[in-house]
């Protein structure tokens, strides 16, 4: 089944421990993202790929790094997690071309104390 | 800049009555904009997107460059339309900027 998966799916912390949240996708798409969802601010996007080792930083990259080492994989690392990062994350895939469907993941939960 | 915005952060109907969701955008260049869904505990999806000029669940959904808007529209709503809406354009570079979001509550 062509999908996208988010682990973990929900996620405590305390400020300080870093962490690492996986996304895969099995479609074999070039671009990938992570978004943050917040209530009343929407989805705003943190980080984008659009191929192996090319990322660039969305509107909210702040605290947050990313890697792209493998076509399936983007992972996001909190090197040193704080309460405003409190949120719900979402990964999501395409292809390239203009006008795509991103298809994203279930998303993960994080809260930090 | 490129922006997107939603105006109405809830919208409430009556089941069979039309609706229509507001999206404005912002952006120099032609753009490429959607229309994705959230119904609840579900994952975000496409709902219908402008280059492909089509209908889905009775949904449609006309780019006015004039005005820059791109409002969702449905003439008669069901209860099962009730979710989160957010309109998003495909921006420049590879960025995606989502709009905040409308929640459409459709009443029996």
């Known amino acids: 089944e062509a999908q996208v998966t988010q682990n973990p799916r929900y996620l405590i912390t305390v400020t300080g421990k870093k962490l690492t949240v996986t996304c895969s996708q099995n479609?074999?798409?070039?671009?990938m993202s992570w978004y943050r969802q917040d209530p009343g601010l929407g989805l705003r996007q943190i980080y984008y790929?659009?191929?192996?080792?090319?990322?660039d930083k969305g509107d909210v990259p702040e605290g947050y790094k990313v890697s792209r080492k493998e076509k399936r994989n983007f992972p996001l690392i909190l090197e040193s997690p704080s309460p405003n990062q409190t949120s719900l994350y979402f990964c999501?895939?395409?292809?390239?071309?203009?006008?795509?469907?991103?298809?994203f993941g279930p998303g993960t939960r994080l809260t930090v104390t | 800049a490129q922006r997107v915005t939603q105006p109405e952060k809830l919208l409430s109907v009556f089941k069979g009555a039309p609706v229509e969701l507001k999206c404005n955008y912002s952006y120099s260049g032609s753009p490429e904009l959607f229309w994705y869904v959230q119904y609840s505990r579900q994952r975000l999806q496409l709902l219908l997107r402008?280059?492909s000029r089509e209908s889905i669940k009775g949904f449609t959904a006309d780019l006015n460059k004039g005005e820059t808007s791109f409002h969702l529209k449905k003439p008669f709503a069901q209860e099962e339309d009730s979710a989160m809406y957010y309109c998003a354009l495909d921006g420049q570079g590879f960025s995606f900027i989502f709009g905040k979001g409308t929640r459409l509550l459709v009443k029996p």
């Open positions: 402008h280059i």
């Open positions: 479609m074999n798409h070039e671009y």
């Open positions: 790929s659009m191929n192996v080792e090319v990322t």
């Open positions: 999501a895939s395409s292809f390239r071309d203009r006008g795509r469907e991103q298809y």
